[in-house]
Nanobody, 123 residues
Framework: QVQLVESGGGSVQAGGSLRLSCEVSGNMYRRSIGWFRQGPGKEREGVAAIYPAAGIIYYADSVKGRFTIPQDNAENTLYLQMDSLKPEDTAMYYC?????????????????WGQGTQVTVSS
């Protein structure tokens, strides 16, 4: 059974930074993993995803240039570096393992999910 645990969330002021971690039990070698977020009253949206087998990283337009999936990921841990945070980035952030074909940002194509970590950005 694959398990994912997110951590690193917190409260920051606008312009600040956070680094989220997604620890994956079991082998995450070449698994496609996505980061998603869900704000109050909003649908879950894709933030970023890494496809190691293809060497591709995707970012949502809303975070491009501010969020990064670093190359220096630890074994079985994926990070999301978030810089220049804005109040609209406030949400619960989740990581998930992609299981089905489809667009990277479609949460329905992901099978295993963590419990999430809260990010709150104040103005």
């Amino acid at each position: 059974q694959v398990q994912l645990v997110e951590s690193g969330g917190g409260s920051v002021q606008a312009g600040g930074s956070l680094r989220l971690s997604c620890e994956v039990s079991g082998n995450m070698y070449r698994r496609s993993i996505g980061w998603f977020r869900q704000g109050p009253g909003k649908e879950r949206e894709g933030v970023a995803a890494i496809y190691p087998a293809a060497g591709i990283i995707y970012y949502a337009d809303s975070v491009k240039g501010r969020f990064t999936i670093p190359q220096d990921n630890a074994e079985n841990t994926l990070y999301l570096q978030m810089d220049s945070l804005k109040p609209e980035d406030t949400a619960m952030y989740y990581c998930a393992i992609k299981r089905y074909d489809g667009i990277w940002s479609d949460p329905n194509t992901y099978l295993y999910w963590g419990q999430g970590t809260q990010v709150t950005v104040s103005s």
